[in-house]
């Protein structure tokens, strides 16, 4: 079953508008490498090369792929665009580029129609690492060991929050 392949070897995809998002999305998978999720990463515009990217959008389903990531600037249609050719979680991360800031790429992927929807993070490098983590948890619901690396994060981030009172000098 597509269950099954999925449960024996889940990857994650992660897409990007231009190379120039590359400084971005290099965030999120610096995230899924400390966790040793499995992703490539690949170049596809909604708008530059539409016919593309749904190839690869249908085919990476087919592969495996269980979430896809997109990352855009600008206009950002790209994770609205995957969105549209797969029934897999897809995550957007609005890349910080142009006048706008990511404020323009936010309120483009954020504002998906029903039935389509895209589950959009922060701008720029922050929102980069939140989509890693985001994918790592839902890999982590059908892997436990995985889920147990995410949990003893969370125990580790705490300890170093309780750790910054022990060394302020105010
Ligand atoms: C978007 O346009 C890309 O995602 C990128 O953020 C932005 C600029 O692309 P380049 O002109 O740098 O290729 O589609």
């Known amino acids: 079953s597509l269950f099954g392949e999925l449960m024996a070897a889940p990857f994650v995809s992660i897409l990007m508008g231009s190379d120039s998002d590359l400084p971005v999305m290099e965030k999120t998978c610096q995230i899924l490498k400390k966790f040793d999720i499995p992703y490539e990463v690949r170049i596809y515009s909604a708008h530059r090369t539409p016919e593309d990217t749904k190839q690869f959008v249908v085919e990476a389903e087919d592969r495996g ?30 890349i910080d580029t142009g006048p706008l800031q990511g404020v323009d ?66």
Not at 105 to 122: F, N, R
Not at 134 to 156: H, P, T
């Open 65 to 94: 792929c269980a979430v896809f990531i997109a990352g855009a600037g600008l206009s950002a249609a790209l994770p609205g665009v995957v969105a549209a050719y797969t029934t897999r979680p897809v995550i957007g991360v609005p």
């Open 105 to 170: 790429a936010l309120l483009s992927m954020v504002q998906m129609p029903p039935g389509i929807p895209v589950a959009t993070v922060a701008i720029g490098s922050v929102g980069a690492r939140n989509a890693g983590y985001l994918a790592a948890q839902m890999l982590g619901m059908i892997d436990e060991s995985l889920a147990a690396k995410i949990k003893q994060e969370r125990l580790d981030n705490a300890q170093i929050i309780r750790d910054k009172n022990e060394g302020l000098s105010i």
